[in-house]
């Protein structure tokens, strides 16, 4: 992060033309001078940025730019700085305040004035070596930082930088080692020496300086080959990238880099796939390794060397024939084989479909292998729906299908397979036409033909084909006469089809609730959550519904429970019995059934008593769960309010979060829970969620008021500024907070905040 900072800092301050003018007047710096100086805000900073416009012609108003850098204003600050830097050597005058600002709060101030000391140069060194000694950890750190950028004088900063090393606090020693980065070639021999060092971090650092320096000594290839099997990925990631260029031999780097494809981490895989990519034409050595690791027994060293593979796009086609092999022990559809052989491109299709006639190869990974070259492949896979083997243009079919969106130019050759005597061939035609975004209407007649095939996979791909581009008035009889289809798969697909139409699907209320009783648990589940999501239009499945809530399969439970919550009737039948629910022992449906409890909001309120041991559940999830339920249900807000302090204190921070939304959607009814939501501000985990709430609750009481004068005197700014808000929401209950809002106000060099100071004095006062 810091090194992007830094990166862009640099171009900011070294690419910006700031070409002087010519001979420009001594009276017009005087007055942008004077202008610095002004207590006009806009003033001040439209004379910084004009000088810092000037470049090494401001230097007569140096005086004034130093002014700047104590200015609070982060434009006059900035545009400042940026003159000096621009002055460079002539600016040693500013040497003392940029260094004060390495202690800055800001660590953007502190890493701005580091550069700028470097681009005044020699003259900041000795006093840079000095700060490196500060007892300010923050002003140590911007002199290492700054030191970086010295490479020019490279000799004079880098015994101090190598001492760094050693520190005993973890940021100066990494400071130093990045600085030390920075300087380049001048460095290496200290960055040698680092790889010893007891701070994993400092190692990593120096490896990947090491990196930029050519061949390396024997004794230092032999530590960062020991650093390759550390336990730290980024370290073993810094070591590949360090060796690749440090004179090893061709063979063990093969060696080295084509194991470490097979890492367990991403960033060690990664350097290893880049390092390859640098043996250029020696590459193929690597090939050949990668293709032998593709035969391994485990999967992980066979995915790594797919995704090495894969990374060298069309150059390795000539190891397609033994990824396809591969791709026979892969589980997943989408393994890294298969993405591989995508990356391949075109040129392997023709591979791919002559290994759809291998028995042993698996039709969808093939498919998904086809699909993963995108859009140039769709020619050629149009082009083998006409090839003379079956299993080619099946395998084209599914990879067709498997593409997004399903491009349209394949729709004719679609159509004229479905007559084909396959019924996979059709089955796999019908699928990728359901994909395509738009088919004509005539072709929605052909497919709808189809919903009577005799293979009822052929079936279930023609109904939601149909279901998805023919018009509702059409579909709906077909959808609601497939329900009675023998195929289960059918009938499945036929709910789908129903819950895809949307509202039209409401006339088919009576039909679904009959499929409630269907002997098949995916069809009882489908049916289910269609009503659902049909809303009040399935008031009338109610009951049934009910009855599903005692199914044996989980799943139908699930969707029995999650549908109640959304259709219309809120019964104390239906609420007792989502009530009794909490009591399953699959927390899938316990979480359904808390979910529509509290979709039926206040009507569920008898349940509170059932949702409150909830709270002291062991599963944080089902904890959160309850009290976004408890919040919705408890009809008493201010009993809701002290459940929802209760769960601020829980252990999990997904829970106080979900506590502190709750109450902020209580707004001023919840100000009972401020002084608890306050003391959260000061938790990296639950400031925003505090703050949130805090912010939507817009009120507190006297309860709250001395946890918030202990805010006052907060080093967080936030916490302050809400301490400060907060007391004047109490108001006259707050006189206590008088004395210490006064002098804070007379103390502070801030208008804003005395501004404020002043406002909630006011308030408290009125």
């Known amino acids: ?167 005993d606090q973890d940021e100066i020693r990494q400071q130093a080692a990045r600085s030390l980065v920075r300087l380049g070639e001048s460095a290496c021999d200290v960055l040698a020496t680092a790889l010893t060092n007891d701070d994993s971090q400092v190692k990593t650092i120096a490896a990947e300086g090491l990196a930029n320096c050519g061949p390396l000594s024997e004794s230092t290839r032999q530590t960062l080959l020991e650093m390759t099997a550390d336990e730290d990925p980024n370290l073993r990631a810094a070591s590949l990238t360090a060796l690749a260029g440090s004179g090893i031999s061709e063979a063990r780097l093969v060696d080295l880099l084509t194991t470490a494809v097979a890492d367990s981490q991403h960033q060690v895989r990664s350097a290893a796939i880049a390092s390859l990519h640098r043996l250029g034409p020696n590459a193929s050595i690597a090939m050949n390794r990668l293709r032998k690791m593709l035969s391994d027994p485990d999967s992980s060293i066979r995915s790594g060397a797919a995704f090495a593979l894969g990374s060298l796009g069309a150059g390795a086609l000539p190891a397609s024939d033994a990824l396809i092999e591969a791709l026979k022990k892969e589980s997943s559809p989408n393994s890294e084989v298969a993405r591989a052989l995508g990356r391949i491109g075109p040129g392997v299709v023709p591979a791919l479909l002559r290994a759809a006639a291998d028995p042993e190869q698996s039709a969808d990974r093939l498919a998904v292998a086809l699909a993963n070259i995108g859009p140039l492949a769709t020619e050629p896979l149009i082009d083998a729906l006409r090839d003379a083997s079956t299993e080619a243009r099946v395998s084209a079919a599914q990879a067709l299908a498997e593409m997004s969106p399903v491009p349209a130019d394949a729709l004719p050759e679609l159509v004229k397979c479905l007559d084909d005597p396959s019924p996979e061939l059709r089955r796999a035609s019908l699928v990728a036409m359901g994909r395509v975004r738009v088919v004509p209407d005539a072709t929605t007649v052909r497919l709808a033909k189809l919903v009577e095939d005799a293979d009822d996979r052929v079936r279930s791909a023609a109904v939601f084909a149909v279901a998805t581009h023919g018009p509702a008035d059409t579909t709906l009889p077909m959808l609601i006469r497939a329900l009675e289809d023998d195929s289960p798969k059918v009938r499945r697909r036929a709910i789908d089809g129903l819950q895809a139409l949307g509202e039209a699907a409401a006339r088919a209320v009576k039909p679904l609730r009959v499929a409630l009783k269907d002997s098949d648990p995916g069809v009882r589940q489908s049916a289910a959550g269609t009503l659902g999501s049909l809303g009040d239009a399935a008031e009338d499945a109610s009951d049934d519904l009910l009855n599903l809530l005692s199914d044996p399969e989980i799943e139908v439970r699930i969707s029995a429970a999650t549908s109640l919550g959304q259709i219309g009737t809120h019964s104390p039948e239906i609420c007792q019995a989502l009530g009794e629910l909490l009591d399953d022992q699959e927390e899938l449906v316990l979480m359904a059934a808390l979910g529509s409890l509290s979709e039926i909001g206040p009507d569920a309120a008898d349940s509170v008593p059932t949702v409150l041991p909830l709270l002291r559940d062991p599963r944080p999830s089902v904890r959160s769960a309850a009290v976004k339920c408890l919040a919705r249900i408890e009809s008493d807000r201010s009993k809701s309010v002290t459940h929802l302090i209760t769960a601020l204190e829980d252990e999990d921070w997904t829970v106080r979060r979900d506590a502190a939304g709750a109450l902020g959607e209580l707004g001023s009814d919840a100000r009972a829970a401020v002084p608890t939501l306050f003391e959260l501000l000061a938790s990296e985990q639950d400031e925003d969620a505090a703050r949130g709430a805090l912010r939507s609750i817009d009120d507190a009481g006297p309860e709250a008021v001395p946890v918030l004068i202990d805010g006052l005197q907060s080093e967080d700014r936030r916490r302050r500024y809400y301490a400060l808000f907060l007391l004047g929401k109490v108001g006259p209950d707050a006189k206590e907070a008088l004395p210490i809002l006064k002098r804070l106000r007379d103390e502070t060099d801030s208008e804003r905040f005395r501004g404020s100071y002043q406002r909630a004095i006011d308030a408290i006062e009125k």
């Open 1 to 167: 992060m810091r090194a992007r900072f830094v990166l862009a800092l640099s171009l900011c301050l070294t690419t910006v033309d700031f070409a002087p003018a010519d001979d420009p007047p001594e009276t017009t710096i005087e007055s942008l001078a004077a202008d610095l100086e002004s207590v006009e805000l806009e003033t001040r900073r439209d004379a910084a940025y004009s000088l810092a416009k000037l470049g090494p012609d401001s230097r007569p108003a140096l005086d004034a730019l130093i002014h700047g850098l104590a200015d609070r204003d982060e434009q006059v600050w900035m545009q400042s700085a940026m003159a000096i830097a621009r002055i460079g050597p002539g600016a040693d005058s500013a040497i003392n305040s940029l260094i004060e600002n390495l202690a800055d709060r800001d660590e953007q101030r502190r890493y701005r004035a580091a550069w700028v000391l470097s681009r005044i140069g020699s003259a900041s060194i000795d006093p840079l070596i000095s700060a490196a000694q500060d007892e300010s950890t923050q002003r140590r750190v911007a002199a290492l930082d700054a030191m970086g950028w010295m490479a020019d004088d490279s000799r004079r900063v880098i015994p101090t930088l190598a001492a760094a090393l050693n520190d």
